[in-house]
């Protein structure tokens, strides 16, 4: 079946650093992928819709500065958290959509910044 | 502003018991509801519901929409310890694709 593939797995890093986290479809195109943050114990909240192409879309409080999305093709997207702090700490899911519209969640990638 | 709620946030229960688990929503443009469930990684998919009373089975587990009352069941039968985990209740709201998820149920199944 299909799946998508979330690297790191987990990663830590000083603050002020940024970090790099991917996502990729292994056997399907994704024209639009889903970046989540879950924080210990709450549930997933939607960060961003990235498209292949185009700018994302973020939602509401989340800082496109600070969360940069690039989906340059159509089995990658990419987030990057820049100048990181302990409170950007959490598990980032990414999720991909398939042609017949089905979702697809990545392993997740847990950053600690300390 | 669409929202989902799950209820309750935390069960413990022992194994042999059913539980029920439950999802309301308020969602414009209702396209489906799904189940997840998580335990240490990401969530893993267990049902997608996008039609009022018809009853989704996967062995011991079972699920079901009311899209006149705008909520949703998560049946587990004969639990089991593995059943332990977090039960996430998500809502598509429309063909975008993006979901929006409920807090989830913590459920803790003891021997």
């Known amino acids: 079946g299909a799946v998508v593939s979330q690297h790191p797995s987990w990663v830590i890093c000083k603050s002020g650093t940024s970090v790099k986290i991917e996502c990729r479809s292994l056997?399907?195109?994704?024209?639009?992928m889903f970046w989540y943050r879950q924080f210990p114990k709450q549930s997933l909240m939607l960060m961003a819709t990235s498209n292949e192409g185009s700018k994302a879309t973020y939602e509401q409080g989340v800082e496109k500065d600070k969360f940069l999305i690039n989906h340059a093709s159509l089995t990658l997207s990419t987030l990057t958290v820049t100048s990181a702090h302990p409170e950007d700490s959490s598990f980032y899911i990414c999720?991909?959509?398939?042609?017949?519209?089905?979702?697809?969640f990545g392993e997740g990638s847990r950053l600690t910044v300390l | 502003e669409d929202k989902v709620v799950q209820s309750p946030l935390s069960l413990v229960v022992h194994e042999g018991d059913t539980v029920t688990l439950n999802c309301s929503y308020e969602v414009t443009n209702f396209r489906s509801l799904l189940w997840y469930k998580q335990e240490k990684k990401a969530p893993t998919f267990l049902f997608m519901l996008?039609?009022?009373?018809i009853e989704k089975k996967s062995g011991r587990l079972s699920s079901i929409l009311d899209k006149k009352e705008l909520f949703s069941i998560l049946n587990i039968t004969a639990t089991q310890t593995g059943d332990s985990a977090v039960y996430l209740c998500?809502?598509?709201?429309?063909?975008?694709?993006?979901?929006?998820f409920g807090q989830g149920t913590e459920l803790s199944v003891k021997p």
């Open positions: 998500a809502v598509q709201p429309n063909q975008g694709g993006k979901l929006i």
């Open positions: 056997d399907f195109q994704a024209t639009t």
């Open positions: 999720s991909a959509r398939g042609v017949a519209e089905e979702l697809f």
């Open positions: 996008t039609s009022s009373g």
